[in-house]
């Protein structure tokens, strides 16, 4: 198989890396941070480059992409740290065009490709744990119009969306509705989350909402499947950036008159960063590959994926400190600032502990040897 990435693919990585670089340096990202964690020109940024039209198809104006363009992006933007939610955009677009009517899809996808607007995925609630049959959230039916009524935790920019993807009970089962920003949503004390990007609490009292699929299950699993995905991605990219950051600190601190990075104690560890980093790089390309197989089928190996891409995260934070002694964990030094967004990805979108659990529920008691 070729793993090598195409000319337009390469370019593509370049121009995003540019950007970063010149628009999204660690000072300004702090300048965000304590702004807020989300910044509305950055987000407009993004969107002048194309990139949230990215998996919306050519029809609503945009660009068509696929997946392992869209891995090239978010690795590039995992170096920089970019707090913005772009990977929910490309959720909502792609659950909107998998899932969707066409009202709907003409109504919203030009405005998210253009960057007009933001949907964000409003899924997690207190007590699921990441279980996505959990949801005490509920949606009646009045007419033609749907109404929600429940409370949504760990919403990103909750309070700058636009809208909502919001799965709710119906009679009992699960579906996916689109939530637009209303007087009935009501978004409560915005807070930052541990690696300075913005979360709210998102209440909804009989908000009028639009049903996107009544197999809520299936669209919500699609939804979690892309965004694991493209956090998997986004955690190449951080990992290695901060392997970088910790080699050059290495050749550059000196113990007993040399240079740290003799010691081979020290060696032994940074090889076992960069063991994880590989490894968590061919389990971002498995799941990004895999992404438009059918759907047991992606699931599963997103869930591989993102077990792997806990452990090499964890690993790899926790020694970037470890080799920087008492300056890795200091506020004004970017390799705290690496450690608690590896710390976050571990947990976002399902831990290690939850990915190990679907996937060990998947295996069979001989693994296929003796069959």
């Not at 969306?161 to 009970?169: D, E, I, K, T």
């Not at 009935?184 to 979360?199: E, F, K, M, P, V």
Request: hydrophobic share 40%.
């Amino acid at each position: 198989m070729d793993f090598d990435f195409s000319d337009d693919q390469t370019q593509l990585r370049d121009a995003v890396r540019k950007w970063v670089d010149k628009a999204y340096n660690f000072d300004e990202r702090r300048s965000v941070v304590a702004a807020g964690g989300f910044s509305a020109s950055a987000y407009q940024a993004l969107a002048e480059l194309g990139l949230c039209g990215f998996y919306v198809q050519d029809a609503y104006g945009g660009m068509n992409m696929g997946p392992v363009e869209g891995m090239v992006v978010m690795e590039e933007l995992g170096r920089g740290m970019v707090l913005e939610p772009l990977a929910h955009t490309w959720i909502s677009t792609a659950v909107l065009q998998a899932y969707a009517p066409e009202d709907m899809k003409t109504e919203w996808l030009p405005r998210l490709a253009g960057g007009e607007a933001l949907l964000v995925l409003a899924h997690h609630e207190k007590g699921a744990r990441y279980n996505l049959h959990t949801c005490q959230t509920t949606a009646t039916q009045v007419g033609n119009a749907w109404h929600l009524s429940g409370t949504k935790s760990l919403v990103p920019a909750g309070d700058q969306a636009h809208g909502f993807l919001v799965p709710a009970s119906v009679n009992g089962q699960l579906a996916l509705f689109l939530v637009p920003r209303s007087a009935g949503t009501i978004t409560s004390h915005a807070y930052q989350a541990q690696d300075g990007s913005r979360l709210s609490e998102l209440q909804l009292k009989d908000a009028t909402a639009q049903r996107i699929s009544a197999d809520g299950l299936a669209a919500l699993q699609l939804a979690v499947d892309v965004g694991a995905a493209c956090l998997c991605a986004e955690a190449v990219g951080l990992m290695e950036s901060t392997l970088a950051i910790t080699v050059d600190y290495m050749n550059t601190r000196k113990q007993f008159g040399v240079n740290i990075a003799s010691f081979q104690a020290l060696r032994h560890r940074v090889a076992d960063m960069k063991m994880q980093l590989e490894l968590g790089r061919s389990m971002s390309y498995y799941a990004s590959l895999k992404l438009n197989a059918p759907a047991e089928e992606r699931s599963l190996a997103v869930s591989r994926a993102k077990y792997q891409m806990g452990c090499s995260t964890r690993y790899v934070g926790q020694q970037a400190v470890q080799l920087h002694g008492g300056i890795g964990v200091t506020d004004e030094y970017i390799v705290s600032h690496c450690f608690k967004r590896l710390t976050q990805m571990e947990l976002s979108f399902g831990d290690s502990l939850h990915h190990l659990g679907a996937v060990s529920n998947q295996m069979q008691e001989t693994a296929g040897v003796f069959a």
